[in-house]
T-cell receptor
Framework: TQLLEQSPQFLSIQEGENLTVYCNSS?????LQWYRQEPGEGPVLLVT?????EVKKLKRLTFQFGDARKDSSLHITAAQPGDTGLYLC???????????FGTGTRLKVLA | GAGVSQTPSNKVTEKGKYVELRCDPI?????LYWYRQSLGQGPEFLIY????????DSGLPNDRFFAVRPEGSVSTLKIQRTERGDSAVYLC?????????????FGPGTRLTVL
């Protein structure tokens, strides 16, 4: 069974701080996506990474896919209260269209 | 344009009852996914449709769960003889093309509570 473990599970920080969220697996994925989900809503896609070692930036968010395509990280610089939410990684199972979601990281940024 | 919609938004039922959850995908999206999300967890894959056919139903937990998409658009997830452990938020997502890097657009979910 493929599993995607995220750490930390919970994170509460002050506005302006930096943070990194990790997504780890023993399995290889064709691609990996990061989503953010707010209460009462479905997840919204932030980014997709495909190539091992790939780095993508989205404003203050930096995403990296591990060289072996088994892990990924999300780094947020100068966090803002609007960044508060549940962050989810999702790996695409090779040869299928099936996505395995991570366990989630709940982030709270205090003003 | 309209996003993915799901009805009802909330469903409370009694143990042993039958329920149907509906998903209206974005018009023109050929791929449709159902997920189940328990409190504090990430979504768990249930089933994937490409057009009218279920291309992968390996995530359905048992034969009490069934899903259809008869005309390749709206999908219904059906749960028979509901159990308390079925309580969760059921999410639907659609996408234009399952090949390659595939953005899934999620609905707001149906919160199912089995008493």
């Amino acid at each position: 069974t493929q599993l995607l473990e995220q750490s930390p599970q919970f994170l509460s920080i002050q506005e302006g701080e930096n943070l990194t969220v990790y997504c780890n697996s023993s399995s290889v994925f064709s691609s990996l996506q990061w989503y953010r989900q707010e209460p009462g809503e479905g997840p919204v896609l932030l980014v997709t990474v495909v190539t091992g070692g790939e780095v993508k930036k989205l404003k203050r968010l930096t995403f990296q896919f591990g060289d072996a395509r088994k892990d990924s990280s999300l780094h947020i610089t100068a966090a803002q209260p609007g960044d508060t939410g549940l962050y989810l990684c999702a790996g695409e199972n090779p040869g299928t269209y099936k996505y395995i979601f991570g366990t989630g990281t709940r982030l709270k940024v205090l003003a | 344009g309209a996003g993915v919609s799901q009805t009802p938004s909330n469903k409370v039922t009694e143990k042993g009852k039958y329920v149907e959850l509906r998903c209206d995908p974005i018009s023109g999206h050929t791929a449709l996914y159902w997920y189940r999300q328990s409190l504090g967890q990430g979504p768990e894959f249930l089933i994937y449709f490409q057009g009218t056919g279920a291309a992968d139903d390996s995530g359905l937990p048992n034969d009490r769960f069934f899903a259809v998409r008869p005309e390749g658009s709206v999908s219904t997830l059906k749960i028979q003889r509901t159990e308390r452990g079925d309580s969760a938020v059921y999410l639907c997502a659609s996408s234009t093309n399952p090949l390659g890097t595939n953005e899934q657009f999620f609905g707001p979910g149906t919160r199912l509570t089995v008493l």
